[in-house]
């Protein structure tokens, strides 16, 4: 299948629905489809080297939380009639961050795209422009899931299959709340949850019921997590038992 993708309006970003590879019982097989936002940001001459960056379904519930914090923020500085400069800096380094810079009176949010030898970044200078950006971020799952949905005129049998094996989302192959609780898609909490749900959970109807409406709730519980230490901490305690439990479980099975 060639790549669906459709372009959104207030990031120079389209939403894109690709096969990709996915590992499963130890083999790779490559009859996954899930969508990315490819964030794209044109060179100095705008046709070379420009700065690419692709987010995963997680990565861009973690910018909607960062860019809302980072709101409140200008929001903040703007009506104390902050002059002067200001820095801050909204999530790890290493993972999906986003900067708030505040220099004489003007205030910008950015998100950093790096190319391989140029920094960029996608820039909001106005509270208009980064709420529509926040809010057109909200709409990007739905937007992937439509793309998949065209599935359905392109090869049936196909949609169906997918369909099946991603039950309440095609989007939603991770743990959207143990990832934000554990800053990782890669950690064994993480993947001790998931081998539960394709391997107990699946194999029942309440299971299955029960996964679409985590993924229909989840990404909403994961940013809120994200949003409050406390909480996160608490609900890392939790998993950290459920998680034991689940191996002890998965150990005599």
Known sequence: MDTLSRRIKFLSAEVCVKQCYSKSDAKFHNDVYKWELHITV???????????RRLDPYEVFRTISYLELAYQE????????FIGTYKKIFGNPLDT??????????????IPISSKTFRFYEK??????LLGAIEELKNVDRIGKELIEELKKLDPQEYEKL???YLGGFSAEGCFIATAVY???????????????????NDFFIGRIFIRYYYAISPKIA?????????????KCLLDVLTKLLKRFSDHM
């Not at 044109?42 to 070379?48: N, V």
């Open 42 to 52: 044109p060179g100095p001459d705008y046709r070379y080297n420009p700065g690419r």
């Open 74 to 81: 200008m929001c903040s500085l703007k009506h104390n009639d």
């Open 97 to 110: 961050t986003v900067e708030l810079i505040s220099e004489n009176g003007k205030t910008e949010v950015r």
């Open 124 to 129: 909001f200078c106005s509270e208009e422009t």
């Open 163 to 165: 369909k099946k094996q």
């Open 183 to 201: 800053e990782s898609s890669y950690s064994l909490e993480v993947n001790i949850l998931k081998n539960f749900r394709d391997k107990v959970l």
């Open 223 to 235: 940013i809120f997590i994200l949003k409050h230490k406390r909480i996160k901490l608490i609900v």
